[in-house]
């Protein structure tokens, strides 16, 4: 599996800290932009889920900063999932400035759970199927190309 | 009607913003906290409001800002409310820093909305005691003193 | 005098509250990315001001809110100045949701400091006359069009 | 060498999302309120730091979600550093709440760079030896206790 979306976010200046450069925490915020476009790409939008009675919570966030992003910055942000969603999505991202240099990259692990229980659960078959379409999808487009 | 609560508030640093100080928008922000503790204070925790099917949305805000806060500094905020609540209740807040100086004052009006409709209504009958018991006794600690 | 600016936002899941709607204070940052994309559209990117030595820190700010935001809302942020800035300059903005409804409203006043001594100012000539012009340009196309 | 420290954070409305819950780009956040007072406790605030010339950058971060933490949830946040700083310094931090549970845990990773150049270097000799001290004395502080 391969999938992959893009969106661009502009830094806006209240993000930015003392130092005149984006703070680190509003990374996290930016690949969540990021994420929310991916899951509107594949074609779940963060609020289809929850009709699905799905909700899918945060386990795990890793980030690493490479060249810092300042206020007005408009920057590219890549967002793939590399590996089936089972119990877990990991969706990794890449963020870019105009520049095209590496600003912040990441990895975000989310689980499944029932938004009535709460409890966790995998990824209900027709979602998951929703994402294989995506990546099918993708590979059609691919070869076309070549 | 005269009712008065007090908290305290540490700067942080992601809320300071390239000058080196508190970025304006987070003075709305302390305001909240300081109105949460003002309600918890006359006995009535925003989580109990939910409870009564009612919900306070913000109708409108304003703030002036005098002195700049700046990292670390130690903010005591002091919530009051001058007039009964109707349709609406009227929330004055001073910051001070911990030299004394003001450093923002504002005022935040709220709505009384039934949390399933969301249709505006009066404060209800039993609230408004709630107020009105805070306000008694805090007369009476007065005449106390007097 | 009489100018104007537009901008778009879209509003992100963090910015939202329990509520499900915006959290009202970010509104006010709302309204300095209008504020931003006004002056950038005058001519005077806030970072060229440092470069002539100002620094405009906010004085006061109002607002108003009128229909709820959500995520994923596309909000038009429209800013304009109606009067000639002096030693403060004042921009009034409305926020209108993908729908043409009015979400939020509000004036924000802005002072002038030299950036050194931290004192005030009224504003300097060259940076007036920038205000001067665009709204002279303003007119000037508004008789084209009649 | 194992220096530790920690705070308290109150849990404020505006930081919890639709959910209810903290939004997790927020511990990222708290992390750093836990990592200024570490520094304050070690007996090098942030502030100390410009003056030698000295900024501390994020390079990574990372955290795992245990326990959701709600509004008003008093949180104790528990940073320590195991491993003598050289080119980057490695900060873990517990965040717990009031009833015990770990909420989030992660590591946040920082360089050194002089201010002016903005060139990464390794911790000045100085400021290592504030480590040490502060590590020396926790030791003696045990010894006595056994």
Do not use: W
Not at 5 to 21: H, K, L, P
Not at 103 to 130: K, N, Q, W, Y
């Amino acid at each position: 599996m391969y999938i992959q979306s893009e969106t661009q976010i502009e830094v806006r200046y209240y993000e930015t800290d003392q130092m005149g450069i984006v703070h680190h925490s509003n990374y996290i915020r930016y690949f969540e932009c990021g994420r929310h476009q991916f899951l509107l790409d594949v074609g779940l939008p963060i609020m289809e889920l929850e009709k699905h009675g799905i909700m899918m919570p945060v386990v795990s966030v890793s980030a690493r900063y490479h060249t810092p992003a300042r206020m007005g910055d408009i920057l590219r942000v890549v967002s793939r999932v590399e590996k089936e969603p089972m119990a877990r999505i990991e969706v990794l991202t890449d963020i870019y400035n105009q520049n095209g240099d590496l600003v912040c990259d990441g990895m975000v692990v989310l689980g499944f759970i029932h938004s009535d229980t709460r409890r966790p659960t995998r990824i209900p078959a027709e979602l998951l199927e929703v994402f294989r379409k995506a990546d099918r999808e993708r590979q059609a487009v691919l070869q076309e190309i070549q």
